[in-house]
């Protein structure tokens, strides 16, 4: 996992909950803390202070993780405005992150393992989602789009129609635009 | 201010918020030292990118066999590394006025671009027209953006229907020439990049690597196949185009096909007398003249060559071959319309070549052969025409000779006949017969004889000159054969008695080639010397056609012998040129008049006016004359009468042996 990911969280869990809240997550889960974004850092790292996380605030991981996905869009919008400009909505700028957000990332970090989507529309014009990864971060991807709604001031509702979490092969993500 | 030493300790407080503000500091520094690092790993991201691609492109170059593999790959590298959507290739045309798509193209979405693909992959952009028009026009590489919005986009419709964002499209260049043209196409709207321009515009320089090695290639192959003086065709590819025309041919269909030899005449004295860089001119022009002649004659359609195909080589030397293509009609017809071409082809010469072979006048000769089932293979079929060209030539210049299956037979009877000639003179077949010459005075006494050569052979007999001495000069054999005549005729007049002290004289023709030999005069000198015949009684016959070759040498050698007292007589005079200016410069004893001047001697009439004028003239000049070919007192009197000295003749005796001439001097 890049070390950008912990400094998403980090400004995140600061923003909402004010400094002493990370190094106290950090105690919490007995990590190191020390994150460069261009570093890589184990990904349990990053699954343990989720769980912390959810531990201590009553959610499950797959909420942390939908909330850092939200929380850290404007973070990201704000990091790297350029992939967010010429889109005029979400879809396309979710359409993007194959062809041109992740080689994109690829360039500053070399070796990061940045999942395919697969994507399609279904019969209601709903976008149909497909995600497999080992790291199985489908909570965080769900909280990116919603995030990216967020940023484009749309409204979407998601569904997981199939999850690996569930021992689904993959996930199968359904967001529908509410008009 | 601060007071060391004697300040308050800080209250926690203020250490807490200077460690707060120092944390902050560390954490603006790491940010920033972040954001350098990841703009370095960027920029260091895409040369290597760069790099890569521009490493596989030259890789690419090097090893493509052909442009269009070269160019397809360059194409499927940059489109897929550099995220285009389409990338299409455009040759530039041969005449240079256009660029034309050549089906080379390459796209990511193939289905949803379709229409533009269509569009571009066969399109044709006249030189400064549409985007790939106007880079060929100025050689330089042009970015677009919105095609689809552009008054200078030609596709534009189809552009929009794609939904293209950007285009841009590079020259392909070969030395300073725009060769090709390569344009690319995505969907995105991206400004124009500097660093892309530079990498495509690196790309394309390895391309154009490509086009140079292709033509260097060419040229060679070019090179190897063409004559660099006149660039026609050479002896190996007009031999690969006959081959491969006569192979495509079934024997019965055959007759489509001929071959033109041309052998130029008086070619050898422009080189002697004007020099070599005249005589490269005269190939230079006579190459483009066969070449426009026939391709004008290959623009003539509704004639009798319509459809017919030429293709002119130059073989070597002065020899030129025309390979002649379906050609129609059957075997008349054919040699007409073979004679017809080749009339052209004098024609075309004689108007192209006055200014730079003067003052020598250079044509040519030629003969040609007609493909026909007997024809084995395409070595007898060019035997054939070279043997119609000698055939031309030997019967002077500018003239055509096909080649027919009599002129074979003719050929074969020479070609036999010079055989059994080259055996004849081993074997030594060969004897004079002398023919005395005699004082047309009261005493009609024998003052001389003329050696004439017979041939036994040991099939037909004994031969008259008249068989054999035609095919002796042409093939060369007069060489050996005029040496053994001189040399034997000199040995038996030397061998001859001298009644009342005054031997007679030896009268010996000498042949062309034989006397233009440049050791011609040393070599009668050495027999002269091996034989022992006192030099003034011989007399050497040069026919006026003989002397008049090169009258220089002529003079020259007439004058070297005649220091020893050798003695030169003009044979047939009167029969040839009789040229009063070539007469009177050449030095002969003697002059010889013909027996056909004689015979029309009738004692009043014209031909006894010719004989007096000839007679007058020899006198004039101071040269002794002998009529020839006296067969009656009539004759003899009338020549006594017009005053001439000597005369030959079956009046006064036949031809006949040594033996028996010597029987003769003895009588």
Redesign the interface.
């Known amino acids: 996992m890049k070390g950008v990911i912990f400094n998403l969280l980090e400004e995140a869990v600061v923003l909402e909950h004010g400094p002493d809240t990370w190094t106290d997550l950090i105690d919490a889960t007995g990590v190191d803390g020390a994150f ?3 570093g890589s850092y184990p990904d349990e790292t990053l699954l343990a202070l989720v769980d912390t996380a959810a531990a201590a605030t009553g959610k499950t991981p797959s909420d942390v993780l939908r909330w850092f996905g939200a929380a850290a869009m404007p973070l990201l919008a704000e990091r790297y405005g350029v992939f967010f400009t ?1 889109h005029s909505g979400a879809r396309s700028f979710i359409l993007s992150v194959n ?1 041109i957000i992740h080689p994109e990332v ?5 070796g990061a393992g940045c999942p395919h989507f697969q994507f399609s529309t279904d019969a209601e014009g709903a976008m149909i989602i497909g995600y497999q990864s080992p790291r199985r971060l489908c909570a965080l991807a769900e909280g990116f789009i919603l995030g990216a709604a967020a940023h484009y001031g749309e409204q979407v509702t998601i569904t997981h129609l199939a999850c690996m979490l569930d021992g689904s092969p993959l996930c199968r993500i359904r967001v529908r635009w509410v008009e | 201010m601060i007071h060391a030493g004697v300040a308050e300790p800080p209250s926690l407080e203020a250490r807490l918020a200077r460690a707060e503000r120092a944390t902050i500091r560390e954490r603006t520094a790491r940010l920033e030292a972040e954001r350098i690092a990841e703009h370095g790993l960027r920029t260091l991201y895409e040369s290597k990118q760069r790099l890569q691609l521009l490493q596989h492109i030259t890789g690419v170059a090097n090893r493509a066999r052909t442009i269009a593999e070269a160019l397809g790959t360059a194409l499927e590298a940059i489109c897929e590394r550099m995220n285009w959507t389409i990338g299409n290739v455009l040759m530039v045309s041969a005449d240079r006025t256009y660029v034309e798509g050549c089906n080379i193209w390459r796209a990511n979405d193939a289905s949803g671009v379709m229409a533009f693909v269509e569009a571009s992959r066969r399109m044709r952009f006249p030189i400064g027209e549409g985007l790939p028009g106007r880079v060929f026009a100025t050689g330089r590489s042009e970015w677009i953006a919105n095609p689809g919005h552009s008054a200078m986009f030609v596709r534009a419709p189809e552009a929009i229907r794609c939904d293209l964002g950007t285009g841009c499209a590079f020259p392909v260049l070969a030395g300073d020439e725009v060769v090709a043209v390569l344009e690319f196409y995505m969907r995105q709207a991206v400004p124009e990049d500097p660093e892309i321009v530079e990498i495509l515009e690196q790309a394309s320089i390895q391309l154009g690597r490509v086009f140079e090695r292709d033509r260097a290639q060419r040229a060679l192959i070019h090179d190897a196949l063409h004559d660099p003086l006149t660039g026609l065709p050479n002896r190996a590819l007009f031999n690969d185009r006959l081959q491969e025309s006569f192979e495509r041919l079934t024997p019965a269909r055959r007759h489509a096909l001929a071959v033109l030899v041309l052998d130029l005449d008086g070619f050898k004295q422009v080189n002697d007398t004007l020099g070599h860089h005249a005589g490269d001119r005269v190939l230079i022009r006579v190459g483009r003249a066969l070449s426009d002649a026939l391709t004008l004659l290959e623009q003539r359609p509704g004639t009798d060559l319509d459809g017919i195909r030429f293709s002119p080589a130059r073989m070597g030397g002065d020899e030129f071959t025309v390979l002649v293509e379906d050609l129609a009609g059957e075997d008349l017809a054919q040699h007409g319309a073979i004679d017809a071409i080749a009339t052209a082809l004098h024609r075309a010469l004689d108007e192209n070549l006055g200014s730079v072979s003067e003052p020598a006048q250079v044509g040519a000769s030629i003969g040609y052969a007609i493909g026909s089932a007997v024809h084995a293979s395409v070595d007898q079929l060019l035997r054939d025409a070279d043997l119609a060209m000698y055939e031309a030539k030997a019967g002077g210049r500018g003239r055509t000779v096909g080649f027919t299956d009599a002129l074979g037979d003719t050929l074969r009877d020479r070609a036999r006949l010079t055989n059994e000639l080259r055996e004849g003179i081993e074997r030594c077949e060969f004897e004079l017969d002398y023919q005395p010459i005699v004082t047309l005075d009261s005493a009609k006494s024998v003052c001389g004889f003329e050696a004439l050569v017979r041939w036994n052979h040991p099939v037909r007999g004994r031969l008259l000159p008249a068989e054999f001495i035609a095919v002796a000069e042409s093939s060369g054999l007069i060489l050996y054969l005029g040496d053994w005549v001189l040399r034997e005729a000199c040995r038996t007049a030397a061998s001859w008695p001298a009644p009342g002290g005054q031997a007679p004289f030896i009268s010996i023709n000498i042949a062309a080639r034989q006397f233009a030999q440049p050791g011609f005069a040393a070599r009668v000198r050495q027999i002269v010397l091996e034989t022992g015949v006192e030099p003034t009684r011989i007399r050497l016959e040069l026919t006026e056609s003989t002397a008049i070759v090169d009258i220089d040498h002529t003079c020259a050698v007439i004058q070297e012998i005649r220091k020893w007292g050798v003695q030169t007589s003009l044979d047939d005079f009167g029969t040839g040129f009789s040229s009063l200016s070539s007469l009177h410069r050449l030095p002969f004893d003697v002059l010889k008049i013909d027996r056909s001047f004689v015979m029309a001697m009738d004692g009043n009439g014209k031909g006894d006016g010719i004989v007096r004028a000839i007679v007058a003239l020899a006198r004039t000049i101071g040269m002794t004359i002998v009529a020839e070919g006296i067969e009656t007192p009539a004759q003899a009197e009338l020549l006594i009468g017009l005053g001439c000295e000597l005369g030959q003749g079956y009046h006064f005796g036949r031809p006949a042996l040594a033996s028996q001439t010597a029987a003769l001097l003895e009588r």
Not at chain 1, 106 to 110: V, W
């Open positions: 460069t974004s261009l010429g062809e690829r360039k500053l970090y070399s």
